[in-house]
């Protein structure tokens, strides 16, 4: 089991969740997070402290996010592992709950 980064983190990308990762299995793209499969330890710490409500367990994924499952796995086997929390992206705000990111979705 693992937990999923899910598409409202695109181009919103706080960075809150990584603070509080025991394991460091958050990797960053140029505007999206993702977590390392192999790597979580499904604590949930990271939960509650994503801003979009992004990150979810992979068995409540919604039905409409399966894909994220995949795309986590991916790109955290390309990205470089984020451990310290940066400054969102100054659009944040006015991406949080935009439908349909998956197509700004930046693979680096």
């Known amino acids: 089991m693992t937990f999923v980064v899910t598409e ?7 960075t809150d969740c990584v603070e509080v990762c025991p394991v460091d299995c958050f990797h960053e793209g140029p505007n999206f997070l993702v977590i390392d499969p192999e790597e979580c330890i499904d604590c949930a710490v990271c939960v509650p402290e994503c801003p979009a409500e992004a990150i979810f367990d992979e068995t409540d994924l919604p039905e409409d996010q399966l894909e994220f499952l995949e795309i986590n796995a991916e790109l955290a086997a390309l990205w470089p592992v984020i451990s310290q929390m940066k400054e969102p992206p100054e659009d944040a705000e006015e991406w949080d709950g935009v439908p349909d990111k998956l197509q700004y979705l930046d693979h680096g």
């Open 8 to 14: 409202n983190c695109i181009k919103c990308k706080y």
